[in-house]
């Protein structure tokens, strides 16, 4: 229901347009059965981003249509990548910042 009423909101622009927007998604990585599985290409094909990453940026998709263009960096380092930035634009001249990560502190 939530996830409408945003969508409303934004569509509506019921409490004016869309400036920028911040989301942030994860924590820490507690769990306790084979955590490092999680972390080996051989075992999975991405991480943080491919994992939860690609259901906020759905809703995004949802909310706001596609960026115009995007910057993306993480710290894979070689590996996946537990940390994942994303800068978003948008043609209706806002810009959001999606932070994604497995390793914040609690």
Do not use: C
């Amino acid at each position: 229901m939530r996830r409408q009423a945003i969508k409303d909101l934004v569509a509506n622009q019921t409490l004016g347009p869309v400036l920028s927007f911040e989301v942030e998604e994860g924590g820490p990585f507690r769990w306790k059965r084979h955590p490092i599985l999680f972390f080996r290409r051989d075992v999975t094909p991405g991480g943080v981003l491919y994992d939860t990453g690609v259901h906020t940026l759905d809703l995004l998709l949802w909310w706001f249509s596609e960026p115009t263009s995007l910057e993306y960096r993480d710290d894979a380092a070689g590996g996946l990548e537990p940390t994942a930035h994303l800068h978003l634009h948008y043609a209706a001249g806002f810009n959001g910042e999606v932070r994604l990560s497995r390793d914040w502190g609690s």
